[in-house]
């Protein structure tokens, strides 16, 4: 059998603010929009005159790319792809995963799951409870993704690409809120994994005619992205060797770093250790968790207190989902 997939040939980042505003109508048939709050502990530490962190810890998956799932799914069952198909698949580790779980069980397709043999177990234990077929195969990310693919043919599933239109535009419904929520923001920091936060923050700016700076943040050991922004092409690195897997990236994709080149202030790299304060920073001044993506945005700006002092400043707060034996250390420091 044939793998399912895009037919249609549509860049996925050139979406418009009608497609924006659909997106968010279907994102919000299945949940609320996710708080932004101004902490004012987090203001205090890091100088800032205002810090609004967008909470998407606060979603039933716990980070963010729920919202594409939940687009994605959607336009499956409405054939935008052709035959409705009975099942998707897709390589993950986890947030992503997560996200196709709960969207796509939610409308009734069968699930199925590839992640590497050495995945967060706590992430393939909340895999498990949504229902989904786990697989656990290859050695890391590129290797799961290829398993993927094999079985998609093999069983005629379709193949959840990283990049489809609809993820990219469910994803930008944070950033659609947030602007609208509070569209004087100076500069906001957002992680990057793969690009489709950023990416989706930069289109969301535009289409608003907003000015304000966005601010990628990357762990200095998987500087790709860094790296591939001031080269002005991709950079590929040989190790993403960070406890932050959400953005343990080492092989950029074009599109991606095409965006973020043109539409970024700037990439901050920062350290394990500061993503590690910024995780207790989280805890202590908000009473919220955060995995290591989640805080690195708050991360970089504690790094660059006096570039940011006096300024009204927005964080994505991307994600929750860390291992408890992790947080607990990190914690306990």
Known sequence: ??????????????????????????????LPATPQIAWPLLAERSGAHMVWVKHENHLPTSAFKVRGGLVLADALKKGVYGDVPKGIITATVGNHGLSQAFAGRQAGFDVTIVVPENNNPEKNKALKAMGVDLIEAGHDYSAAYDISLNIARERGLFL???????????????????????????????????????????RTR???????????????????????????????????????????????????????CKGA?????????????????????????????????????????????????????????IRRPLLAKILAN
């Open 206 to 260: 535009n289409l608003l005619g907003l000015k304000t700076r966005i601010v990628g943040v990357v762990s200095e050991n998987a500087a790709a992205h860094s790296l591939s922004f001031r080269a002005g092409q991709v950079v590929t690195t040989n190790s993403a060797n960070t406890f932050a897997d959400g953005v343990a990236v080492r092989i950029p994709k074009p599109e991606p770093v095409a965006i973020i």
């Open 265 to 321: 202030e700037r990439i901050v790299e920062v350290s394990d250790e500061a993503i590690e304060e910024a995780i207790r920073a989280f805890h202590e001044d908000t009473h919220n968790m955060a995995e290591g993506a989640g805080a690195i945005g708050l991360a970089a700006l504690l790094g660059e207190r006096e570039k940011m002092r006096g300024k009204k400043v927005g964080l994505v707060l991307s994600g929750a989902n």
């Open 1 to 30: 059998m044939s793998t399912l997939v895009s037919s249609v040939n549509v860049d996925p980042f050139l979406f418009s603010l009608t497609q924006l505003e659909d997106a968010t109508r279907v994102v919000r048939k299945a």
């Open 160 to 202: 959840v690409e990283p990049f489809l239109p609809e993820l990219m535009r469910g994803v930008a419904t944070y950033s659609f809120e947030l602007f609208n929520s509070v569209p004087d923001l100076d500069t906001v920091y957002v992680p990057i994994g793969m690009g489709s936060g950023i990416c989706g923050m930069i």
